[in-house]
């Protein structure tokens, strides 16, 4: 019981990992990025093509990897959501489910159907472990994941708080066309964001990676867990981000102990509970419970 | 050298023309009240001014630069500091945090978050406050501080005491007369007319989207305003014909 525990905190932290960038993008440019998923494959990709090729380890090879994701998160703004959010709340989910199709397929095309994995570049941390007390092993890798959640986290959270970028961007959010009466550029504020958050998703990629392996469609189940971890944990709130990746796993433990097809189910049946606990709790019309039930409204 | 020069302005929305052809120079130092009933097309007019609306027709000129085509944010940067109708505080952040979002532009100047403080005493205690939270009053001192941490040339005020009562409205004026007294281009919009007469030195008119009256508060009476508010003039050349 005590090992299922820290078991789905670990697994809770890989969940709040991936859900970084997707919660941060939620909440502070109001997009949900159906991208989030492949554009995290994309890469996982990368870093392994840098691994196999050149023989970088994946670590070495964030150095390049995390500024190639900030580019293409700042083109992505500058191309394409700036454009998209333009017409509305729907069309950047539509916009972003296309473009989730398309880096999909470009890369089945590019690498094909084999599994990739980024464990055998990394040497014997990928299964190395503590051992806590007797008996009991946590490894290495997911404490490293689940203490690089938490400072990406604890940095985000600090960075929006404290800096004059992070109030510029969380001013652009709360209304750009204010931000820009102040003095701030919106267009900048938003691209910045987006390339903060995409710099997030190359780390998951790396954690994706050397957790297990993944393929050019990948990138489906990993939105869907981010997505659930941000929901559960309230948008808006990062740390809430944290608490909902815990909690998802946990519903998954429970679910895989009740039995042993229940791992998946177990996460969905509790995100489902939790959206409909807040429907009935939230007061007003329709379209303020279902913002107050994905804990938009703040 | 004119501070702020409009030429031959045109705004619409969509099919409805709300600015037509107006054209006005405003020297440096000059504090002018822009009077008109609602729906005159003052408030699009200073928001076609600092950019959150682009013009069909006209150019801006501000020190005799060219900012018709200039987004928002650069016209900030150029020395215009707009406190649009309703304030549009950031009300999800602190007095302190919208003051600090003021000083994007980082233009050089005398203000800064203590100055503000020393102009608005009100908002003292409220430095940590959200501004969702606080009073009309305190909400429109800090959206005037916010535009003033921005170290403007041209300070646009749009209906500053829209929503406020007449002792909070007192003491927001009490405020400004500090900032009167400064060489900052001031234009601003005042419902109340003796108000507006008592603190500006030019007052322009608007109707239906075009300027009717432009003259110097000491040469115009308060009937010649009232016919200008209401379109009487043209009622009285109409009959007069």
Excluded at chain 1, 197 to 216: E, I, Q, Y
Excluded at chain 2, 178 to 194: C, F, G, N, P, R
């Amino acid at each position: 019981m005590t090992n299922q525990i820290i078991q789905a905190i670990l697994l809770g932290g890989y969940y709040a990992l991936i859900a970084c960038g997707l919660s941060f993008m939620f909440s502070v440019m109001k997009i949900i990025n159906l991208a989030h998923g492949s554009l995290l494959v994309f890469a996982g990709y990368l870093l392994w093509f840098f691994a196999e090729h050149y023989h970088i380890s994946p670590f070495v090879g964030l150095l390049i990897v995390i500024p190639v994701m900030m580019l293409i998160g700042w083109a992505l703004q500058a191309f394409l959501l700036e454009k998209s959010a333009r017409g509305g709340e729907l069309l950047p989910i539509l916009t972003t489910f296309g473009l989730a199709i398309v880096i999909e397929n470009l890369l089945f095309e590019h690498f094909g159907a084999n599994t990739r994995s980024l464990a055998p570049y990394i040497g014997d941390l990928s299964w190395e472990s503590w051992e806590l007390f007797s008996g009991f092993y946590v490894g290495k890798t997911s404490v490293y994941i689940l203490i690089a959640a938490i400072v990406i986290l604890g940095s985000l959270q600090l960075f929006m708080k404290k800096t004059a970028l992070g109030r510029q961007i969380r001013a652009t959010a709360h209304d750009p066309d204010t931000a820009g009466i102040v003095g701030i550029n919106p267009k900048r504020a938003s691209a910045i964001a987006t390339a903060l958050a995409m710099s997030t998703v190359a780390v998951s990629g790396l954690a994706l990676g050397v957790r297990g392996v993944f393929d050019a469609y990948s990138g489906g189940p990993q939105l869907l867990f981010a997505f659930e971890a941000t929901i559960i944990g309230g948008v808006g709130s990062l740390w809430g981000t944290l608490i909902g990746g815990i909690i998802l796993a946990f519903a998954q433990t429970i679910g895989a102990n009740i039995h042993p097809q229940g791992f998946l189910l177990g996460g969905h049946i509790l995100f489902i509970i939790i959206l409909l606990i807040r429907l009935i709790l939230a007061k007003g019309g329709v379209g303020h419970r279902l913002k107050f039930a994905l804990g938009v409204s703040k | 050298m004119s501070s702020l020069k409009i030429e031959n302005m045109d705004v619409r929305h969509g099919q409805l023309k709300a600015v037509r052809n107006v054209s006005l120079s405003i020297e440096k130092g000059e504090v002018i009240a822009l009077i008109g009933a609602n729906g005159a097309g003052k408030t699009t007019f200073l928001r076609a001014i600092s950019g959150a609306h682009t013009l069909t027709a006209g150019r801006i000129y501000l020190n005799d630069n060219d900012i018709t085509q200039r987004p928002s944010h650069q016209r900030v940067n150029a020395g215009l500091a707009l406190v649009p109708e309703g304030r549009k505080l950031f009300t999800n952040m602190t007095t302190e945090e919208n003051l600090l979002l003021g000083a994007t532009s980082a233009r050089k100047g005398e203000w800064n978050v203590e100055k503000i403080f020393e102009v608005f005493p009100n908002l003292i205690k409220r430095r940590h406050t959200k501004t969702g939270t606080m009073s009309g009053g305190e909400q429109q001192a800090t959206a005037i501080g916010r535009a003033l941490m921005s170290n403007p040339d041209i300070l646009i005020l749009d209906e500053v005491s829209l929503g406020l009562s007449p002792l909070v409205v007192d003491q927001v004026y009490q405020n400004l007369e500090k900032l009167l007294a400064t060489d900052t281009t001031i234009i601003l919009v005042e419902q109340d007319l003796s108000r507006a007469m008592k603190v500006a030195s030019r007052a322009v008119c608007m109707l239906e989207g075009e300027i009717v009256l432009d003259k110097p508060m000491a040469d115009i009476t308060r009937d010649e305003i009232t016919d200008a508010y209401f379109g009487l003039h043209k009622i009285k050349t109409n009959s007069g014909e």
